[in-house]
C-alpha cells in the first residue's frame, strides 16, 4: 500500500502565504510524478500544479506566478509554496503520486490520493 500524508494547510489572510507538504512512503515503484490538485465545494477537482521526477513543472493558469511547486526526490517529499493567496483559492488540496511498475511484457501504471488538506483564505 501506498500512504501520502499532507500537511500545512489552514486559515490565512488575503496575500498571505502557505506552505504544503506531502510524504509519500510504503510500495511506491518508479516515480513518474507528484502533484497538486484542489476542489473547492460545488466544483469539480482541478490541477493545481504537477512535477516530474526530471523537475519539469506544469501549472494552472490561475496559480501561475504566485504557486510554486518542488521536490525532495530522495525523500519522496513535494511541496507547494502558495504567495499572494486569494479567497478563490479556498479549497481543499489533495497530493497525488504517479508511479509506474516495468515488466517485460508491459507496464502497470499506479495514482495515488491523499486525504486531502484544507487551505482557507479570508479576512
Known amino acids: 500500500q501506498v500512504q501520502l500524508e499532507e500537511s500545512g494547510g489552514g486559515l490565512v489572510q488575503p496575500g498571505g502565504s502557505l506552505r504544503l507538504s506531502c510524504a509519500a512512503s510504503?510500495?511506491?515503484?518508479?516515480?513518474?510524478?507528484m502533484g497538486w490538485y484542489r476542489q473547492a465545494p460545488g466544483n469539480q477537482r482541478e490541477l493545481v500544479a504537477t512535477i516530474t521526477t526530471g523537475g519539469s513543472t506544469n501549472y494552472a493558469d490561475s496559480v501561475k506566478g504566485r504557486f510554486t511547486i518542488s521536490r525532495d526526490n530522495a525523500k519522496n517529499l513535494v511541496y507547494l509554496q502558495m504567495n499572494s493567496l486569494k479567497p478563490e483559492d479556498t479549497a481543499v488540496y489533495y497530493c497525488?503520486?504517479?508511479?509506474?511498475?516495468?515488466?517485460?511484457?508491459?507496464?502497470?501504471?499506479?495514482?495515488?490520493w491523499g486525504q486531502g488538506t484544507q487551505v482557507t483564505v479570508s479576512s
Open positions: 510504503g510500495s511506491i515503484f518508479s516515480i513518474n510524478g
Open positions: 497525488k503520486l504517479e508511479h509506474s511498475r516495468y515488466f517485460p511484457w508491459g507496464t502497470s501504471r499506479y495514482e495515488n
